[in-house]
């Protein structure tokens, strides 16, 4: 017997749809900005339903990229259902990581009409020569010349102050009219509770950013409203990330992780500049403006997880 629930959380821009009968138990987490769809499995093994069900659900909700979270022992699971493996968040099970595995939807449906089971990758899949992949690289390696350019130059004092949830919201208002939101600060996993900050300098620099915790983990999901558009702003955006990085260490955050579009390479400069590594690459993952991105999910140890 088959059962589904859809909790309506239009106030977040995330709907939790629930899904479960004799074989198959998710939860799917549709983030209607970015168009993509977060599974949540509660019944292991690779059983086709469960890739059937997820395929129909995001081409009813309109969803492009849909992707998993899980630890390494469920990689293979996902892979023989046709899932590419992009990459890990470091320490988000505070001792162990978690395996992100995803797929563009377009994709997968082609593969499976051309008569693909999605069983041919395994977890050894080498992704290193996607285009999206490839991008990130180009990125980085731009990045790393503008951190050698601007070595040296001070970074601006900066004031942080807690943001309420309506100012974070007519803010995200504000950056999506002028085309350059990188969220709208949708939870990434359920029953999210977030804080928000606003960051200024002198010169008029402003950032809206918030993070999701999770304290059974330890870790954290960082978000900036805005990336930086030129120097300035990539070195006040860098002091702005370091205070924010700063204040999860006060508040017992083990690890944090953020995403940034994969061409962006001064906002991939300032999270280099804090120590941020690039842990994976996600194809088709985000929406800025009206253009579809590859993502970098980059990550940083923050402090050692305790016993």
Known sequence: MAATNLSSTASSGVDELLFRNDSVSLCLLVNRRHRTLRIVDFRAGPTPSKRSFVLSTAKREGVEKVFTLV?????PTWTRLGFTREGSIPGFYKRSDAWILGAV???????LRAGGD???????????????????????????????????????????APASGVELRRA??????????????????????????VLSARGGFTLHAAWEMQSCFGNSFLELLCPPRHEAERLATTAAIGALCDRLVEERAVSTFTFAPADDQ??????????????????????????????ILWAKKLVAPED
């Open 105 to 111: 939807v377009s994709e997968m449906t082609s593969r």
């Open 172 to 197: 995200v208002a504000a950056a999506q009219r002028a085309g350059r939101a990188l969220t709208g600060f949708e939870p990434f996993g359920r029953d999210a509770v977030r804080t928000g900050y």
């Open 71 to 75: 630890e390494r022992d469920e990689v």
């Open 266 to 295: 001064e906002l991939c400069a300032a999270l280099l500049a804090n120590g941020f590594r690039r842990s994976a690459v996600l194809a088709r993952h985000l929406v800025v403006g009206r253009a579809r991105k590859d993502a």
């Open 118 to 160: 999605g069983e041919e990758g395994g977890e050894a899949d080498d992704v290193a020569a996607s285009p999206a992949v490839l991008l990130a690289e180009r990125t980085i390696a731009r990045a790393r010349r503008l951190l050698r350019e601007a070595e040296g130059r001070p970074l601006p004092a900066i004031k942080i």
